[in-house]
T-cell receptor
Framework: NAGVMQNPRHLVRRRGQEARLRCSPMKGHSHVYWYRQLPEEGLKFMVYLQKENIIDESGMPKERFSAEFPKEGPSILRIQQVVRGDSAAYFCASSPPDEKLFFGSGTQLSVL | GENVEQHPSTLSVQEGDSAVIKCTYSDSASNYFPWYKQELGKGPQLIID?????GEKKDQRIAVTLNKTAKHFSLHITETQPEDSAVYFC???????????FGAGTILRVKS
């Protein structure tokens, strides 16, 4: 059973470009979470999704950030018009309904 | 909303000694408390968790205790080994069960 798969592992973008981060949950998991981690800091919640539904987006910046988890395919975290402050590690986690979250290896976003 | 405080931020121990990391939380409705270990360049890995209906749980050299009245929980690692060196995060479920709120992390260094 493969773990949570995130790609790409590293993503470099110039200011103003778009970043798309992908996450495939573990088999059988219908809940996906996105967290952001700045260097030497903890994990900050961004958004919680179930298939085709956003359940909690209280941690998402109001502009430029969006997330989806379609019926088919991976969950996508999309950042439009990236700025240097968006540089961070973005982690996806998936879970079955019992709350145990399993994390992927993350995507390191660097904005030049 | 839920707030999780974690101490200490760094901890150095001699190989073979015990290490204790403590966390407090604010939301009395929280009922799930996992601990994660994160190694450099990797995603957080679940190492042990506890639910509010028990006060203590042990798995080999790792144990977690929970005091619901005082709203604090602790991670205990006995007979530490160099491979225990990593960043450890505590977390608490928010009252609605929608997400985990993480502490800021503890850098554990085990000196051989």
């Amino acid at each position: 059973n493969a773990g949570v798969m995130q790609n790409p592992r590293h993503l470099v973008r110039r200011r103003g470009q778009e970043a798309r981060l992908r996450c495939s949950p573990m088999k059988g998991h219908s809940h996906v979470y996105w967290y952001r981690q700045l260097p030497e800091e903890g994990l900050k919640f961004m958004v919680y999704l179930q298939k085709e539904n956003i359940i909690d987006e209280s941690g998402m910046p109001k502009e430029r950030f969006s997330a989806e988890f379609p019926k088919e395919g991976p969950s996508i975290l999309r950042i439009q018009q990236v700025v240097r402050g968006d540089s961070a590690a973005y982690f996806c986690a998936s879970s079955p309904p019992d709350e145990k979250l399993f994390f992927g290896s993350g995507t390191q976003l660097s904005v030049l | 909303g839920e707030n999780v405080e974690q101490h200490p931020s760094t901890l150095s121990v001699q190989e073979g000694d015990s290490a204790v990391i403590k966390c407090t939380y604010s939301d009395s409705a929280s009922n799930y408390f996992p601990w994660y270990k994160q190694e450099l360049g990797k995603g957080p890995q679940l190492i042990i968790d506890i639910r509010s209906n028990v006060g203590e749980k042990k798995d080999q050299r790792i144990a977690v205790t929970l005091n619901k009245t005082a709203k604090h929980f602790s991670l205990h690692i006995t007979e530490t080994q160099p491979e225990d060196s990593a960043v450890y995060f505590c977390a608490a479920s928010d009252g609605r069960g929608n997400k985990l709120v993480f502490g800021a992390g503890t850098i554990l260094r085990v000196k051989s």
